[in-house]
């Protein structure tokens, strides 16, 4: 299958790993580009040191071009620093502004790398575009994780309409039924997030893997009250008694903020200067603004999302997840999920090509 | 273009127009739909008693000697219904196609069945796609978040809607909601579906009568200008974002009583809204595939477009699978 995605990237098949911080190890990113796709690493679960050696350990794994994603911010400079040291072949970027964005863009292709963006919104995609992004991902509102309102099935042509650079659809997207869409949509490719974390490489428990076999697509809720901005995660307790909880968790949003401090390694400062610098970011990449309650609900987040990804607690934790967990019945390899749906897309096309030839 | 939905409703495309309230599916629009080979439908509600409906099935033979169905909202209203004159009006009159939706069209299903008719439901979660074939429909159509009028409040999204919904039953599923070109089309096909049924696009067309003032305003809406209300009073429902509507959205989240919030979104209201163009005092329902429209066109030619959209779509996808 070749299209503008297989052809920018240089990858077989016009799949790519969705970056999801906590759950995208080395060793799955590198099961992702040797099946033949775009494996991506979330950047953002590392210090710099952390993300240099799980850069070189993806090297070791594969020869394969890979991705380190990167959602711009809070601490994101001396990663972002990383990533152009160390020539990683495709950089993707989420939030940030005009500012931020260019001059990473520029480093980027000053060494022969790519650039996705990742949008939520129609002027975004415009925006990233005018930026210089090689491509962008287009996240539909089935999305684990941050998106904004728009089902996939009008966002996709809208954004592919408006701008000229290659599309991927993120959300929803779990077999090859859904690649065929997202190409009849105008996309160039998909971005499988729920689905590639869902498999034998994965090294998150099993527990969590079982979650997403046995959810269906309506046990997930989208609220700004796990992180600060619209954010999908499953609709277990634990998700439910933060969206129960009335007034705002004052202590657990110091003692979060706390432990981001001593996680980051951050000094008082640091920590000050990060929270005024979320509060100036856009609220997602669906847009709006951060109030500071939605800041402290960032950090109080964070934890409670490694409580599920890292601690494979089901029980405490929020775990991010897309409404796709409703397609996921099994626990494949990578290369699995990826030659079936690849497969199963084409299926989906020779059975459309009999409907419209007669 | 074959499927078993152009099989099944004798159509030349899988298309259908999917019911307008307000009185915005005229019988103009839905003969030319038929016309057009897609499939046109009458919609009961908009007719006061079934002496209008019959009228309206009449006229719209007159104009067109193809299929067309008939839909019957069994949502909640403020008004009592006579629904099993309804049905009995059409069959009579010999529409064969009839199209529910609201709740389970159970006790209605065998008035249409014994009669030789056919029956698609609308649904919104694949175990209700279940119980409409165990009632015996012939078609369910599914109703995705995106979907203008009133997708249930599980928000699941077209491209995981459809799927979920085509797996759990044997009959032929119909995509409604999140469609209104060629590209939707095909994508509907790729995930399953074997027929699409569009809302907004058609009250985009010459034939009905939406006011040309709000049909101006709809061609500048974007993805973003939709929002869903009445999700407190179990009516949840997509609309355009507006000040009126974000002032009823305020007063659902506040708890405000029912009574209260209905005589601010009286269906008379909202019918005088749509042939004044006064959006200040009530909702106008859209669906997100709003932001895809920009033109008005006669309603012929939206379907012979996304034809011709769908085969170029098609043309495509053979060069990235050959390749």
């Not at chain 1, 190409?183 to 893997?209: C, F, P, W, Y």
């Not at chain 2, 032929?172 to 209104?180: D, F, I, Y």
């Not at chain 2, 034939?207 to 974007?222: A, I, R, S, Y």
Request: glycine share 10%.
């Amino acid at each position: 299958m070749k299209t503008r995605m297989t052809e920018l990237f240089g990858i077989k098949y016009p799949i790519m790993l969705a970056g999801m911080n906590w759950l995208t190890t080395p060793k799955l990113v590198a099961a992702v580009s040797n099946a033949g796709g775009l494996g991506v690493l979330a950047g953002a679960q590392y210090n710099p040191e952390g993300l240099k050696k799980a850069i070189a350990e993806i090297r070791v794994l594969t020869d394969k071009p890979f991705g380190v994603n990167l959602t711009l911010g809070v601490g994101s400079g001396p990663l972002a620093k990383v990533v152009i040291e160390e020539k990683v072949p495709v950089f993707n970027y989420s939030l940030g502004r005009p500012p931020e964005i260019e001059p990473l863009i520029k480093a980027v292709h000053a060494y022969g790398g790519k650039v996705i963006g990742t949008i939520a919104l129609v002027k975004h995609a415009q925006r990233s575009a005018q930026l210089g992004a090689d491509a962008l991902i287009i996240t539909g509102y089935e999305a684990a994780s941050h998106s904004g309102n728009v089902g996939a099935i009008v966002l996709v042509p809208q954004v592919t309409e408006a701008v000229k650079v290659p599309c991927i659809a993120a959300g929803g997207y779990a077999d090859g039924k859904g690649l065929a869409a997202a190409l009849a949509l105008g996309a160039e490719g998909v971005s499988m997030g729920t689905r590639l974390a869902a498999t034998k490489e994965a090294e998150v428990a099993d527990t969590i893997k079982q979650v997403w076999v046995k959810a269906n697509e309506e046990d997930t809720i989208i609220d700004p009250a796990f992180d600060g901005i619209n954010c999908r995660v499953w609709k277990n307790k634990a998700a439910e008694d933060i969206l129960k909880k009335k007034g705002f968790p004052l202590f657990d949003a110091i003692s979060a903020g706390l432990m981001m401090k001593k996680t980051l390694k951050m000094s008082w400062g640091q920590l000050f200067t990060t929270v005024r610098k979320i509060r100036g970011q856009e609220a997602g990449i669906g847009g709006g603004k951060r109030s500071l309650a939605s800041v402290m609900r960032f950090a109080i987040g964070g934890r409670l999302f490694r409580k599920a990804t890292t601690e494979g607690d089901p029980e405490h934790g929020i775990l991010m997840m897309g409404q796709a967990a409703g397609r996921i019945h099994d626990i494949p390899t990578v290369q699995e999920v990826i030659e079936r749906s690849v497969a199963e897309a084409q299926q989906a096309l020779a059975r459309m090509n009999k409907m419209a030839a007669e | 273009m074959k499927t078993r939905i152009t099989e099944l409703f004798n159509i030349k495309y899988p298309i259908i127009q999917g019911p307008l309230g307000g009185g915005m599916a005229p019988v103009e629009l839905v003969a030319a739909v038929s016309n057009a080979g897609g499939l046109g439908m009458i919609t009961a509600l908009n007719y006061g008693s079934s002496r209008e409906l019959r009228d309206a099935i009449r006229a719209t033979r007159k104009l067109t000697k193809n299929p067309f169905a008939v839909n019957v909202t069994l949502l909640p209203t403020m008004r009592r219904i006579p629904y099993e004159e309804y049905f009995n009006t059409a069959l009579e009159e010999g529409v064969k196609i009839f199209d529910t939706s609201g709740r389970s069209p159970e006790e209605f299903v065998a008035l249409v069945k014994n009669a030789g008719g056919l029956f698609m439901h609308k649904v919104g979660t694949p175990r209700h796609a279940k119980t409409a074939e165990r009632v015996g429909c012939d078609v369910v159509s599914v109703v995705s978040y995106e979907s203008g009028g009133h997708p249930l409040p599980d928000d699941v999204g077209a491209a995981v809607l459809i799927p979920a919904c085509v797996d759990s039953v044997k009959i032929p599923v119909v995509a409604a909601g999140g469609v209104a070109d060629g590209r939707g089309l095909v994508a509907a096909l790729a995930l399953g579906a074997e027929g699409v049924l569009l809302g907004t696009r058609f009250v985009m067309s010459e034939e009905c009568p939406f006011h040309p003032k709000l049909k101006e305003w709809f061609k500048t809406l974007t993805e973003k200008d939709t929002m869903l209300v009445h999700r407190a009073i179990n009516n949840n429902e997509r609309v355009v974002r507006t000040p009126f509507t974000e002032k009823i959205l305020a007063l659902e989240e506040s708890g405000a009583k029912l009574e209260e919030i209905l005589p601010l979104i009286s269906g008379d209201k909202v019918r005088n809204t749509y042939l004044t163009g006064d959006t200040s005092n009530a909702v106008v329902t859209a669906g997100q595939t709003v932001g895809l429209i920009n033109d008005v066109l006669p309603a012929k030619e939206i379907i012979t477009r996304m034809i011709a959209e769908a085969e170029t779509v098609m043309q495509r996808l053979e060069k990235i699978k050959g390749r």
